[in-house]
């Protein structure tokens, strides 16, 4: 394992400490933000702070989440990377339903470059399975349109979204996937091959949900060894996951200045070997539950 505090993504080199924007939406990710003016000086603060990896999409809200990276930071550093998503939209019951037609890629491209105020997206993944994980099927068409798109000069590079290495692969074969971005964390633990053959080559793996889908036995064991090192659950998971791989980069998010504060800190935590060799355990409890 190993901690280096930068990684390539797409054409640059990101901090790997990076900024997840969908809880800046309201309860849900649906409608405005609770409160607006803490949502940007978040924004503002974790770009202050040194984030250059911000995760995003148009359905956060929906749009109303890049309206506020927008007011917040355009024009933007010249070193900062947006990544988005696309493949699904919000019904106004709230709802997340897919959206992988064609037409419905283009539209969904569109609004991320309108709403963000680009011409150019700087990496667009194409979201393929739900919160449970990837779904089997093909992704050809569409990462083939997003490819198309490409060409045209409106995307830079492209990912994906709760994949499998089988789609990682097909998607390869029509264009460079530059990032792959799953549910992973020290206790969910089914993609650590994918993680490897990501790393191999060259290509970043963004997990989210750092604290999902732990059983009570591995939430203890977390606790307990995050409080002998003084920090706190969600920093231990963290920094477990810097040290598991040097290809994941990270967006974990908030809407609150003090939890952005207590994420950004948990990359300078140096996990002991001891400490280390507890929290990989953890998998092993999940693994056996």
């Known amino acids: ?7 390539p993504l ?13 809880q800046l939406a309201g309860p849900g990710v649906f409608g405005p933000p609770k409160d607006r003016a803490q949502a940007l000086a978040v924004l503002r603060e974790a770009v202050a702070r040194g984030v250059n990896h911000i995760d995003t999409s148009d359905y956060y809200g929906p749009h109303i989440t890049n309206q506020l990276i927008r007011e ?23 709802s997340w339903n897919p959206a992988h037609a064609p037409a419905d890629l283009v539209k969904a491209v569109h609004d991320n ?6 011409d150019a997206l700087h990496v667009v993944n194409l979201r393929v399975g739900g919160l449970q994980g990837p779904a089997e099927g093909s992704v050809e068409e569409g990462f083939a349109t997003l490819a198309d798109l490409q060409r045209q000069g409106l995307i830079r590079h492209l990912g994906l979204s709760n994949v499998s290495s089988v789609q990682v692969e097909e998607a390869r074969r029509i264009a460079p996937v530059v990032c792959v971005q799953n549910m992973y964390n020290v206790a969910r633990r089914g993609d ?11 290509i970043a793996y963004v997990p989210f949900f750092p604290l999902g889908g732990f059983f009570p036995l591995q939430s203890a064991i977390l606790s307990d060894v995050a409080a002998r090192i003084g920090a706190t659950p969600m920093q231990a998971a963290l920094a477990w996951l810097l040290r598991r791989a040097a290809n994941i980069l990270l967006i974990p998010g908030t809407s609150s200045l003090a939890h952005l504060d207590e994420n950004l800190r948990a990359a300078e935590i140096t996990l002991s070997g001891e400490a280390l060799a507890e929290l990989d355990a953890i998998g092993v409890v999940g693994a056996s539950a």
């Open 1 to 7: 394992m190993t901690n280096p505090s930068a990684y």
């Open 10 to 22: 797409s054409d640059r080199s990101v901090n790997r400490m990076g900024y997840g924007a969908m």
């Open 72 to 94: 917040a930071l355009h024009p933007y550093p010249d070193d900062l990377v947006i990544v988005t998503k696309v493949g699904a939209f919000r019904g106004d019951d709230a």
């Open 113 to 118: 470059l309108r709403n963000l105020g680009l």
């Open 192 to 202: 650590d091959p994918l993680v490897d053959e990501l790393a191999g080559k060259g």
